[in-house]
């Protein structure tokens, strides 16, 4: 259990560790490219972990220097795997729906598993788009969740529809693979896309390793085959929303954060968009080339979409408890299909500390200002609930965080971090 001690005015530097959506899709290209990849300043979590060793048992060559990682790919040609291989996934969704189709592209019979958690997260659009794309692919207990068994042999492709309103991990997984398709894949996405910047950043690594996608918007992608990634050396630049609860600090204390390895001006991450909202509620924000600096000031409540940004919510949510007024989050309905019910759990403990929220079909309503108390919280094995519960335990005394190890999912040395700050 970890109490948090409570600050004023913080004033901190920190160093960003590297990117995990970034440090998730190069570690998949480079596995798929043909030759030797070099992957710098990695990001080294549990999740990211679950997706090196998937590729490992797939037959790519995998291995850790310190912050940087050598990866001999596979040319997308597996090595048959005569015995059927369970690939453990814990309750890394990201490496889950991004793997499940390079999972297909081998030779073999594998089954994708993962903690009791996964096996409620859903998958079935993706199932059923790659089935529909020529994979064999079956559920093996619920329908439309985890686990699911992939009698893998290549992707024959084609023309697929999938829904854009549960996941943008759907259409990410598809365009990785694509390429190594036998007659490309063309994809429509139905229905309100969300989280359309991560869609962005799978296309930004496609590039860097030398495949071209064709695009209209976030409605349609085309992926030729008979291209391939090339091996190259890749940088992953600081991770967006790992500095999202550095910049909170400054907001809740009114003191100044500056996050390094963050490249504010050019970088694709959706999460660097709460620096807006910060700004928006009363914060000061300067944008250096290779660092952010947040100043806290007078908060006001605000209303945000935030549907191209849903992990951000916890961080804003922690936020708007110190803001004059009230916070309307809304537009994040697939905010219940994380690692936790986002939504419902933030409701929750939220208001055993004493604030009054209104939980909605697909956001919050937090009222800002209320006088809070200091107790133990549940932060539900969801490591952005446990490290938005450390921001709220910067101005009420008496916080303790239960399972505060499941920060690791995503952010290893967060409380390390956190305690110097």
Same mark, same amino acid.
């Given at each position: 259990?970890?109490?948090?001690?409570?600050?004023?005015?913080?004033?901190?530097?920190?160093?960003?560790?590297?990117?995990?959506?970034?440090?998730?899709?190069?570690?998949?290209?480079?596995? %798929?490219?043909?030759?030797?990849?070099?992957?710098?300043?990695?990001?080294?979590?549990?999740?990211?972990?679950?997706?090196?060793?998937?590729?490992?048992?797939?037959?790519?060559?995998?291995?850790?220097?310190?912050?940087?990682?050598?990866?001999?790919?596979?040319?997308?040609?597996?090595?048959?795997?005569?015995?059927?291989?369970?690939?453990?996934?814990?309750?890394?969704?990201?490496?889950?729906?991004?793997?499940?189709?390079?999972?297909?592209?081998?030779?073999?019979?594998?089954?994708?598993?993962?903690?009791?958690?996964?096996?409620?997260?859903?998958?079935?659009?993706?199932?059923?788009?790659?089935?529909?794309?020529?994979?064999?692919?079956?559920?093996?207990?619920?329908?439309?969740?985890?686990?699911?068994?992939?009698?893998?042999?290549?992707?024959?492709?084609?023309?697929?529809?999938?829904?854009?309103?549960?996941?943008?991990?759907?259409?990410?997984?598809? %365009?990785?693979?694509?390429?190594?398709?036998?007659?490309?894949?063309?994809?429509?996405?139905?229905?309100?896309?969300?989280?359309?910047?991560?869609?962005?950043?799978?296309?930004?690594?496609?590039?860097?390793?030398?495949?071209?996608?064709?695009?209209?918007?976030?409605?349609?992608?085309?992926?030729?085959?008979?291209?391939?990634?090339?091996?190259?050396?890749?940088?992953?630049?600081?991770?967006?929303?790992?500095?999202?609860?550095?910049?909170?600090?400054?907001?809740?204390?009114?003191?100044?954060?500056?996050?390094?390895?963050?490249?504010?001006?050019?970088?694709?991450?959706?999460?660097?968009?709460?620096?807006?909202?910060?700004?928006?509620?009363?914060?000061?924000?300067?944008?250096?080339?290779?660092?952010?600096?947040?100043?806290?000031?007078?908060?006001?409540?605000?209303?945000?979409?935030?549907?191209?940004?849903?992990?951000?919510?916890?961080?804003?949510?922690?936020?708007?408890?110190?803001?004059?007024?009230?916070?309307?989050?809304?537009?994040?309905?697939?905010?219940?299909?994380?690692?936790?019910?986002?939504?419902?759990?933030?409701?929750?403990?939220?208001?055993?500390?004493?604030?009054?929220?209104?939980?909605?079909?697909?956001?919050?309503?937090?009222?800002?200002?209320?006088?809070?108390?200091?107790?133990?919280?549940?932060?539900?094995?969801?490591?952005?609930?446990?490290?938005?519960?450390?921001?709220?335990?910067?101005?009420?005394?008496?916080?303790?965080?239960?399972?505060?190890?499941?920060?690791?999912?995503?952010?290893?040395?967060?409380?390390?971090?956190?305690?110097?700050?």
């Amino acid at each position: 259990m970890k109490e948090i001690r409570p600050r004023s005015a913080i004033n901190a530097a920190v160093r960003i560790p590297g990117s995990k959506s970034l440090t998730h899709r190069a570690v998949i290209a480079a596995g %798929l490219a043909s030759g030797k990849s070099h992957i710098n300043h990695f990001l080294s979590c549990e999740d990211t972990l679950y997706t090196i060793s998937a590729l490992q048992k797939l037959g790519a060559e995998i291995s850790i220097h310190g912050e940087d990682l050598t990866i001999s790919g596979t040319g997308g040609d597996f090595p048959h795997s005569p015995d059927r291989k369970e690939i453990f996934l814990g309750n890394s969704g990201t490496s889950y729906r991004l793997l499940l189709s390079t999972v297909a592209l081998a030779n073999g019979e594998f089954v994708l598993n993962g903690v009791p958690r996964m096996h409620k997260r859903p998958i079935g659009d993706l199932v059923a788009a790659l089935n529909t794309l020529g994979v064999e692919a079956t559920y093996m207990e619920r329908e439309a969740f985890p686990p699911v068994l992939i009698k893998a042999g290549g992707i024959r492709g084609g023309s697929v529809a999938i829904g854009g309103d549960t996941s943008s991990q759907y259409v990410s997984s598809l %365009l990785l693979a694509g390429p190594y398709s036998d007659k490309g894949i063309e994809i429509k996405v139905t229905g309100t896309p969300v989280s359309g910047p991560y869609v962005d950043l799978t296309l930004d690594v496609m590039e860097m390793f030398g495949v071209q996608v064709e695009r209209e918007g976030y409605h349609f992608f085309r992926v030729l085959s008979g291209q391939g990634y090339s091996p190259r050396q890749f940088n992953v630049e600081g991770d967006a929303s790992s500095a999202s609860y550095f910049w909170a600090a400054a907001a809740v204390t009114g003191g100044t954060t500056v996050t390094e390895n963050i490249y504010s001006q050019k970088t694709r991450q959706g999460d660097i968009r709460l620096l807006h909202i910060l700004e928006k509620m009363g914060c000061r924000v300067e944008r250096k080339a290779d660092r952010v600096l947040v100043h806290g000031g007078t908060l006001s409540g605000i209303e945000a979409d935030m549907n191209t940004m849903p992990d951000m919510v916890p961080t804003l949510a922690a936020v708007a408890l110190f803001a004059d007024g009230k916070t309307i989050i809304r537009n994040v309905p697939h905010l219940r299909h994380k690692e936790s019910d986002r939504l419902k759990a933030i409701a929750s403990e939220w208001t055993r500390l004493g604030s009054r929220v209104e939980e909605l079909s697909d956001g919050l309503i937090i009222h800002g200002g209320t006088p809070l108390i200091g107790t133990t919280v549940d932060p539900y094995d969801d490591h952005r609930m446990a490290m938005s519960l450390a921001v709220v335990g910067l101005r009420v005394p008496g916080i303790k965080i239960q399972n505060e190890e499941c920060v690791e999912k995503s952010f290893t040395r967060f409380w390390q971090m956190w305690d110097k700050i």
